[in-house]
């Protein structure tokens, strides 16, 4: 699985938990259902639900009667907290090893790995401020104004 696919991954599947109501191991929702809400493979479900599990976030219950269910309200999920469960970072690449004996190419990628650095503390603040419930909700104020990215395909 993609580093970039996770974080959606875990995202929908926390709102998926939370909307079904899932906070016991009685409502556990198994990842061959959460993996048709998504949609992916259920291989891929269980790998970030094993993550969000190490994270304190959900847990988890194997084999035939088993699933997720949620630890906290999704009131009290932040996405950067998702976004960290994850491993996640805002993705936007690494800076390229540089040539020995050019001064450019010793000196930039510090600078660019500096700008990523602050690039994904932006994309952090951005998300603790977006929770869980907020992902269900019609119009949340941690979302108004704002549209969806232009290459994220969105569903009608």
Not at 25 to 36: K, Q, R
Not at 125 to 131: Q, R
Not at 133 to 143: F, G, R, T
């Amino acid at each position: 699985m993609s580093d970039s696919q996770r974080f959606p991954v875990a995202a929908h599947a926390l709102a998926y938990l939370a909307h079904k109501g899932a906070y016991s191991p009685a409502e556990a929702a198994a990842s061959a259902v959460l993996a048709a809400s998504v949609p992916t493979n259920p291989v891929v479900v269980r790998r970030v639900t094993a993550m969000l599990a190490r994270a304190g976030l959900i847990a988890t219950r194997p084999g035939a009667s088993g699933g997720a269910w949620l630890l906290r309200r999704p009131e009290q999920i932040t996405l950067d907290q998702v976004l960290k469960a994850v491993n996640g970072c805002a993705h936007l690449g690494s800076p390229p090893a540089g040539a020995k004996g050019c001064p450019v190419s010793e000196h930039i990628p510090r600078q660019v790995a500096k700008a990523l650095t602050a690039a994904d503390r932006a994309a952090s603040e951005a998300l603790a401020k977006i929770t869980i419930a907020d992902l269900l909700a019609e119009n949340p104020p941690s979302l108004v104004g704002l549209e969806p990215h232009s290459s994220c395909p969105v569903a009608a």
